[in-house]
């Protein structure tokens, strides 16, 4: 059974990073290609980052907005993709995702920007 | 970048009524290559996340009921839910991943009438 876990959220200053995991899971990872998503408390949903696998030289993809603050990262021997945020601002605030090739979801984890 | 227009926001129905959601893409998600519309549509129930109903516009995933019909070509696609069940209520959204960055409409709530 595919299973994604994404922890490392919380409440956080603007101007400050924080680093989310997002653990994985019932696949072969290292094959896998991997995407951040997040949702807005209005709902909206916002594709962020896409990381490719090993034998796609590890291409990576980013919504400009966030290109140069957001990292997206992987540790195949972990099964894990990461995404480091910098810089944050009160707009990030949102629920963040990570999914496998955009077919499967983890329950996310809720990021909050506020002074 | 791609803009998805998607139509109705939201939408009351009965069950066993047959509801469809619209998605116009700002351009064409159809692959020369491969003749796939790189449209997906996905179903968030309340304090879950989405889960993908139809991808490559037309192809149930595996294990979604045989009442959800994806179609279209181009740049206007269709989710059709044929006789709605009370579990059916939920938010649904598209999704083009024909090109970067990968874009979502606004959504369509379902709502019981």
């Known amino acids: 059974e595919v299973q994604l876990v994404e922890t490392g959220g919380g409440l956080v200053q603007p101007g400050n990073s924080l680093k989310l995991s997002c653990a994985t899971s019932g696949f072969t990872f290292s094959t896998a290609w991997m995407n951040w998503i997040r949702q807005t408390p209005g709902k909206r949903l916002e594709w962020l980052a896409q990381?490719?696998?090993?034998?796609?030289?590890?291409?990576?993809s980013y919504l400009e907005s966030v290109k140069g603050r957001f990292t997206i990262s992987r540790d195949d021997s972990k099964s894990s993709v990461y995404l480091q945020m910098n810089n944050l601002k009160e707009e990030d605030t949102a629920i963040y995702y990570c999914t496998l090739t955009l077919a499967y979801w983890g329950q996310g984890t809720l990021v909050t920007v506020s002074s | 970048d791609i803009v998805m227009t998607q139509s109705p926001f939201s939408l009351a129905v009965s069950e066993g009524e047959m509801v469809t959601i619209n998605c116009k893409s700002s351009?064409?998600?159809?692959?020369?290559?491969?003749?796939?519309?790189?449209l997906a549509w996905y179903q968030q129930k309340p304090g879950q996340s989405p889960k993908l109903l139809i991808y490559y516009a037309s192809t149930r995933q595996s294990g979604v009921p045989d009442r959800f019909i994806g179609s279209g070509s181009g740049t206007d696609f269709t989710l059709t839910i044929s006789d709605v069940q009370a579990e059916d209520l939920a938010d649904y959204y598209c999704?083009?991943?024909?090109?970067?960055?990968?874009?979502f409409g606004a959504g369509t709530k379902l709502e019981l009438k």
């Open positions: 351009q064409s998600l159809l692959s020369s290559g491969n003749q796939k519309n790189y």
């Open positions: 990381i490719e696998d090993k034998s796609n030289n590890y291409f990576i």
């Open positions: 999704l083009q991943h024909y090109s970067y960055p990968y874009t």
